[in-house]
């Protein structure tokens, strides 16, 4: 077949992706030293929120509100691997690991930071701070309710402030560099697998070629639509 345009986006930085053998993808694995430093930075981060939690907390909340102590520790935690994920990222993609498998934590990590700030920790502050009426000698209410019915509007908030914007600008522009050649031109090879695309970037990669295959190089943008939880990650980044 004809072959008269091809568009390459850039292959560098931390969520590139690998092949493996025969063009498939790598597993989806994180280098095994990686995922020992993972879990023992989970654990010290529970170990030292807990610390802080009890150092901090007022002598009034012993042995009550567990509910919200629970939401601070482990809030704590996805906020500090929100950062520590970052040399751990770069550990993995030097290990061998699949940059992939970050990716997907990345995500889950920026989703739960969502999470914590949409839905859990309103409820947990209306849930606190509800008269349950007994205080003010009225009729007794479920401080539940109250925290549900608050969190609810709080969410409606969100979503009418999210959702538009998602499905309004919730596109990116990705950069690629264009080469357009005459087909008659190219080597003759098979582009139905991974073999023969590597043979392609191999004469478009080598600027000596230019003159050889009438090359012509111009750059161009990809207008991608991102999935929800990837946009949530540039939100809540941001």
């Not at 690998?18 to 993808?25: E, I, Y």
């Not at 802080?52 to 002598?59: E, Q």
């Not at 023969?196 to 478009?204: A, E, M, R, T, Y």
């Amino acid at each position: 077949q004809q072959l008269n345009r091809l568009a390459f986006a850039p292959c560098e930085g931390p969520g590139r992706r690998t092949l493996g053998a025969g063009g498939a993808m790598s597993d989806n694995e994180v280098a095994p030293f990686v995922a020992a430093s993972l879990a023992i930075t989970i654990v010290l981060c529970l170990v030292t929120n807990f610390y802080i939690l009890v150092y901090w907390a007022s002598p009034e909340d012993k042995n009550e509100a567990y509910f919200p102590k629970a939401l601070v520790v482990v809030g704590l935690a996805i906020t500090e691997l929100a950062v520590l994920f970052l040399p751990l990222d770069v550990a993995n993609s030097t290990s061998g690991g699949s940059s992939s498998a970050f990716s997907e934590l990345w995500e889950a990590i920026f989703c739960l930071v969502a999470i914590w700030v949409v839905v859990l920790i309103p409820f947990a502050i209306f849930y606190y701070e509800s008269d349950d009426g007994v205080l003010l000698g009225g009729p007794k209410r479920s401080r539940i309710w109250q925290g549900v019915k608050w969190e609810a509007a709080c969410l409606v908030a969100a979503l009418l402030t999210v959702l538009p914007m998602y499905f309004t600008i919730g596109r990116t522009d990705v950069p690629v560099e264009t080469v357009a050649a005459d087909a008659q031109l190219l080597p003759v090879v098979t582009v139905t697998d991974f073999e023969g695309v590597d043979q392609l970037d191999g004469v478009f990669d080598d600027q000596f070629n230019d003159d050889a295959y009438d090359l012509d190089r111009g750059s161009d943008s990809l207008e991608l639509t991102v999935s929800f939880p990837v946009y949530v990650v540039g939100l809540m980044g941001w």
